[in-house]
């Protein structure tokens, strides 16, 4: 019999950064993920450009301002408080606010549905999901319109504080607190 030599290790290329298999990625499904989050923005950028475009910018959105103008003014109406609208601007004893695209709410639901809508889950789910998003968004959107009429009116010096420093933060924790419970639901129950 034929003495074999020494065995020779076999060696094995150290795995390199960024491949599919380690580093950045991590893993394989880490480019999954990677790929779902490339979706997210142009998801999210192409649904902006597309609903705040000039075509949809005025007809859509511009109903939508005059709705939430109409209804925030005919709810402190029915509470008794002196609120005026006259289209998008409302009207109180201590200033008149207009209501504008921003205040309709329409950005953070964007992002939210576009999270929604690369999300891993059925189409029925994402159906619900973006029922959920729309309802919970337009909702705090509504009763952050409210608080900020109510603010700007009666404590006019603490309007900036609560449309600038306090409301944002509310709206992006709503909104990623509404992703994360749906999300769960979705993993726990796969349809």
């Known amino acids: ?4 030599g020494p065995r020779r290790a076999k060696h094995r290329r150290p795995r ?7 580093g950045l990625l991590g893993s394989v499904r880490g480019g999954r993920e990677l790929v779902m989050c490339g979706a997210y923005v142009v998801l999210a950028v192409g649904l902006s450009l ?8 005025d007809d859509l959105l511009g109903g939508l301002r005059t709705a939430v103008a109409s209804v925030a003014g005919a709810t402190f109406r029915a509470v ?7 289209g998008t601007i409302l009207r109180g004893p201590g200033t008149a606010l207009i209501i504008v695209n921003e205040c309709t709410g329409i950005d953070a639901t964007i992002l939210l549905a576009s999270a ?3 999300f891993p889950a ?7 999901g973006l029922g959920l998003a729309v309802a ?3 909702v705090l959107n ?3 319109v409210l608080s900020l009429i109510w603010i700007g009116n009666y404590s006019p010096d603490l309007l900036d504080v609560g449309h600038l420093y306090v409301w944002p933060p509310i709206v992006i924790l709503v909104g990623i607190g509404t992703l994360l419970l749906w999300a769960n639901r979705v993993v726990a129950d796969p349809a």
């Open 1 to 4: 019999m034929a003495e074999k």
């Open 136 to 138: 919970v968004m337009m």
């Open 122 to 128: 059925g189409l029925g789910q994402k159906l619900a």
């Open 16 to 22: 390199e950064v960024g491949s599919n298999e380690a």
């Open 116 to 118: 929604i809508l690369v």
């Open 50 to 57: 597309v609903l705040l475009s000039d075509l949809v910018f």
């Open 142 to 144: 509504f009763v952050r």
């Open 80 to 86: 008794g408080l002196p609120i005026e609208t006259d």
